[in-house]
């Protein structure tokens, strides 16, 4: 697969892989067998960029996935870049599906957190570490100073912050370099589209979560589709619902046909349109399918000119679309 450089110097798979979805938010955590199965597959395939946190699990088992893909990827350690991130808790008393996220980003909490993180990915480095979630509580300074001190440490190479915004990047970014931020971004989550300035300014790559929309974008989900009210955040999520699909035939006529017109697949053409929007946009699509592994690394063959990019743009402006699933709340 083609290479992209975050940051300064973090070289990494033009598409990475997500993690979090096989141990947390869609179902009960997958057969650890079958997903340890699919990670070296995705080495295999030239995937180099994997990510996950330390707290995608379950009640029974919180940290399962750094566990899951530490152990799977321990014999490539040195072919790969592994991200995690610190800061959250979720809010335990909370019944709902998604719970709401309890920040958290004390030092102290960091540092707990990062010897945790080591522990369980079974390394003595993290190559990308995120902050989560912002601290209202703590300021991005004193965070960004705890990060200087873990680089100096040799504990983490590189860092960066989730869901943030211009401000934040430039605080912290004046205290340590920040070498990607990960934030949602797909056709229909486009109100990060405003950071690019800032991030070509200070060259800050832009990792985009949920890249396809919780799996939307693939055109594959109807209405038929039934998601488990306990385990599977897209039970709640607008972008599944009867009317959504209703709302969005224009998104998926465009997805379709312009999947037609390349030879590729809706998911694809989600995919490409990013990577061929900016060089330092890298998305990680989360899948427990191998064939969905292939197809999303494929996406990085699909070229789109950049009045293509610039014609789905318009479209999308234009075009009337469900609400779309936004992110868990904050714990006030
Ligand atoms: N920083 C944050 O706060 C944050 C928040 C959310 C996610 N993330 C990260 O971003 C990664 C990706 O985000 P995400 O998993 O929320 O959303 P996503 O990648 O947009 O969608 C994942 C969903 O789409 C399905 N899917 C994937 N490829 C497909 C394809 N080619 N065709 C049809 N369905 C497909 C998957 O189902 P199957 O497994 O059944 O294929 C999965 O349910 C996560 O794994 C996580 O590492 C970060």
Redesign the pocket.
Known sequence: MQKRVLGRDLTVSAVGL????MSHA?GLPADKKEMTELLAQAVDLGYTFF??AEVYGTEENPHDNEELVGAALKPYRDKIVLAT?FGIQFDKNCKEVNKPLVPDSRPQVIRASVEGSLRRLGTDHIDLYYQ?RMDPAVPIEEVAGVMADLIREGKITHWGM??VTEDTIRRAHAVCPVTAI?NRY?MMARWYEALFPVLEELQIGYVA???????FL?G?YGKDVVFDGIYDYRSMMPQFTSDAIDRNQELLHLLHSMAAEKNATP?QISLAWMLCKKPYIVP??????PD?LI??MKSSEVLLTAQEVEAIDKALDNMEMSAVFGGTGISK
Do not use: V, W
Request: hydrophobic residues 20%; glycine residues 12%.
């Open positions: 997500g993690c979090m979805g869609y990510d996950t991130k989560h989730s869901e990960q797909s979560f949920s890249p396809l929309a919780n799996g693939s594959k998911a990680i699509p989360g899948t427990r399918k969905r197809e999303n």
